[in-house]
Each structure stands twice: as C-alpha cells, then as structure tokens.
C-alpha cells in the first residue's frame, strides 16, 4: 500500500507557492495538497530558483512580495526558455485594474485577488493544468507541432518553430544530434531535455524522431517515392525501425497508410 500511495502521490501535479505572509502560505500549503504535490516558499529570489529547479505544472504567486515581487518574477519566469511554458496565477489583496493590467502585461496566466475564494482557486488551477495536458496531448497525435501553436505562449511557439526549422533543414542526416539542435537554440543540452519534457512530455531525441515521422507522413502523400526511398530521405538508416516508429505514432505501418491513401485517393 505505501508503495502505491508514493506512485500516486508522484502522479499528481507539483505546485509552487509563492507567499510571503506565514500563515497563509501554511493554510495555502495545507489545503491544495488535498489535491497537488506543494512546494512553497516565502520570497520571490527563492521561488524563482525552485521555479527552474523544479520545472512545477503551475505557479502561484502574491503580487505584494518583499525584494523580487511577484509582477517581476512572472517577467522573468515568462522570458527565460526553460520556465517560459508555466502557467503563472497571480494573487493579491489589491483590487486595482492597474495591477491586473500590469499582471496581464507581465504574461501572468489568471489573477486572482485575495480573500481568495478556494473554489474558485482550484477550479482556476485545475483549468491551466488541463490545458496543458490537452496540448501534451496534441503534440503526442498525428499533427505536427506547428498545427498547435494556438496553446502556446508566443515566446513557445517561436522556440518550437525554430527547433522543427533546424530538424527539418538537416532531416536527411541521421545524426542530427541534441547537443547541436541545443546550440542552435542557444540553449543547454540539459535545459532543452528539460523543456521539451516539460513543455511535450518528449525527450529531445523523440522531439527528433517525431519531426522525422510527420515528414515521412508529408511525403507518403505524395506520389513516385518508395518507402524506402522515404525512410532514407527524413535520415532513418533503416527501413525497419522507420516502420517500427512510424506505427507507434500512426497505428499503422508506413505500407498500409500508403495503401489506404491509394484507395482513397
């Protein structure tokens, strides 16, 4: 049983709260564990860190905070590559539309203003992490990246743009590495795995191999190639494996989608 309970403990959504005010953070904490994993912290500086340490599904945050407050953490956490996919809600005791505007402005996902209504907390929680599993979920499916930009920040869709131009620029070399489409993105090898994982529940190297398959798919619709030819042409070396990927995305070899393209067309 306590095995069990660690697995579905893990299952759950990680949270960072960010609250500078004790009890609240303690009441916040106590009461979104029913439901998440919480992480919290006091100031900005250290939420900050945690925020790309840990890489949580959401992060919540008081405006008012001491040192960084929570408009400048949300800046910042929106412009680094490695966190900018977050989903950030924003609390204050402040009622003003100055600083909703300001939230907004700052890229914060939900604003919500203390007493804060539980219900209405979780539901907007709940909310932002669906969203994003529903996008995870549409990277994994027959669509390339690209036909999925509607979820993602501007600053994501740029990132996953620029990444499918790179591989698609080199797709018939079959040794298009992590560490060079990294570079090209002037990101870490490490920090790239991290996002993709993060951002598409992908590794870098499946992130590659996806890209290669759609190509596949492109080109299978189109007449006068072989599969062979094909498997070769998106930088797989062999046409076996290529099978083998191309099936554990589409549900069907790369023969049988041809086929059925051939009768329906």
């Known amino acids: 049983p306590g095995k069990k309970e660690a697995e579905t403990e893990k299952e759950k959504a990680l949270l960072l709260l960010i609250e500078d005010n004790p009890e609240l953070n303690q009441y916040l904490s106590r009461t979104l564990a029913e439901k998440y994993r919480v992480t919290h912290t006091l100031n900005g500086e250290e939420g900050l860190s945690l925020a790309s340490g ?123 590495s992590t560490t060079e489409l990294a570079e090209d993105l002037r990101m870490s090898r490490t920090n790239l795995h991290r996002k993709l994982k993060s951002l598409m529940d992908q590794s870098s190297t499946e992130f590659i191999r996806k890209i290669r398959i759609n190509k596949a798919m492109e080109l299978l619709e189109k007449e006068g190639k072989s599969i062979s030819d094909i498997c070769y042409a998106v930088g797989f070396t062999s046409t076996s494996y290529f099978s083998k990927c191309f099936k554990e995305i589409y549900g069907i070899n790369p023969s049988e989608y041809k086929r059925n393209r051939g009768q329906s067309g």
């Open 54 to 176: 840990l890489l949580p599904e959401l992060i919540l945050s008081d405006i008012m905070l001491p040192g960084l407050d929570g408009l400048e953490l949300c800046s910042k956490i929106k412009s680094d590559p490695l966190t900018s996919h977050i989903p950030v809600v924003l609390i204050t005791a402040l009622s003003e539309d100055k600083h909703k505007i300001e939230g907004i402005e700052t890229g914060a996902d939900a604003y919500l203003t203390k007493p804060l209504d539980m219900q209405l907390l979780f539901s907007t929680i709940n909310n932002l992490i669906e969203a994003r599993k529903k996008l995870r979920l549409a990277f994994g499916g027959i669509q390339a990246a690209t036909d999925r930009e509607e979820g993602l920040s501007a600053f994501d869709a740029t990132l996953v743009r620029r990444a499918q131009q790179y591989i698609n620029d080199n797709i018939s070399n079959p040794d298009i």
